[in-house]
């Protein structure tokens, strides 16, 4: 699929049999960066259309032998997103409506202004970039319950997709927000490399991890000795993210007078860098990120309103993994594809259990979080399957102690049923009838196991 027909200089395909129209039609197209190729008749212009892909066509209606209408007809056969205007040299109304029915996108009237054509060829084009652009994202979202990098087939995160999805086909300023590792500069670069730019730079930018008195200069750069260190002139990430994307990470910790500047860009789209006096025009996308609480900074003096709004155009909050549990199994599957890859183990699946572990789990550090975990049960696992104790050995839980203290004293299989029917009435959250649902035991069963391993934690002390 040709994506970026604007990008890489358009063909129109000029057909009139009239030998001055084509000859002032294609020169003036010509001027304006086209690449055109003219038709003296309706049968030369279906022959052209049979050899090659045509952005557009600009079609006479009315020619002897082969009309506008088959020439219509033939490209939009051939090539159903290949534009096409025609061009009426009698004002006959009826038959230009004739040729929208049958699918062409518009029509002229001759004689028409040069002005008139260049804005209906270039709306035309710019149209149907953006149709497939929406197009083709709708498909990347439907196809699989993945975004970019991003999975999640939980309602909000498919939310968050289609969102995503509508704002990558715009150049609208994006704030990503939600928790530590809830996937926002995941989240970034999905967006960035599905938009119109993703043939340029994707600039990320940690505004956190920078000092205060360099990132200035980090951002919009410097003139040589603008300041002591400053032995050459330096671009700035914004002059580096030029016809691309930048992401600005963590943006609540930008110190005020930075954001004054920030403001200033976002304003007007230009800038100096530090120490110059030459105004610099910037031609990027902004995506900005932070697991702060703005409105709240915005109370405290800390963060500037107007910046606030400027950034906050579309936001997109990432919800926590808590509040979608349904794609712990989704994302701890994939994990464990990715590390059994990279570490090159056979470990094969995740068990019952375990799974269940994962969903009972709080996760403060969200999906962070649980891709480390899998990533260090892999490392742990020396069968094929991930288990409870590979993931208990990771948190700090008291079975967790006790497992592994048992491994190096060999814990008898009656003991082993014991710990089992504790850990997992820790799964069903203390619930003991759902307990033995898990362990397919009766009540007085688990009662017993329970007994017995408090009896011999009381002996072991
Ligand atoms: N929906 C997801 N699908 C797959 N991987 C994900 C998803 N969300 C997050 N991750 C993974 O989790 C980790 C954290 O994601 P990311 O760095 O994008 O989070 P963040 O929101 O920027 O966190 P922080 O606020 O701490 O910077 C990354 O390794 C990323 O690959
Ligand atoms: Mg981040």
Redesign the pocket.
Known sequence: MNQSSIIMKPTILVVDDDAAFRAVTSALLEDEGYGVTCAADGNEAIALLRERHFDLVLSDLVMTEVSGLQVLETAKTLSPRTIVIMVTGFASVESAVEAIKRGAEDYLTKPCGNAELLLKVERALVQRQKDEELARLRDVVTQSHSFG????KSPR?QQVFRLAQQVAGTDATVLLL??????????ARAIHFNSPRRHGPFVAVNCAAIAETLLESELFGHERGAFTGAIRQKPGRFEMAEKGTLFL??IGDIPMATQIKLLRVLQEREFERVGGNETIRCDIRLIS?T?HNLEQAIQEKKFREDLYYRLNVVPIR?PALRERPE?IPL?AR?FLQKYVQALNKPVAKISEAALNLLLQHKWPG???EL?NLIERAIVLCTGEVIDVEHLLMLQDRPEADLLSQARSRHLTERQLTQLYARIILDVAAGNKKEACRILDINFRTLQNRLEGLAADATNES
């Open positions: 990098n991003l999975i999640g995160m939600g928790e530590t590792g809830t996937g926002k500069e995941l989240l990470d963590e990120a697991n990432l794609d994302l994939h969200n999906v962070r891709e």
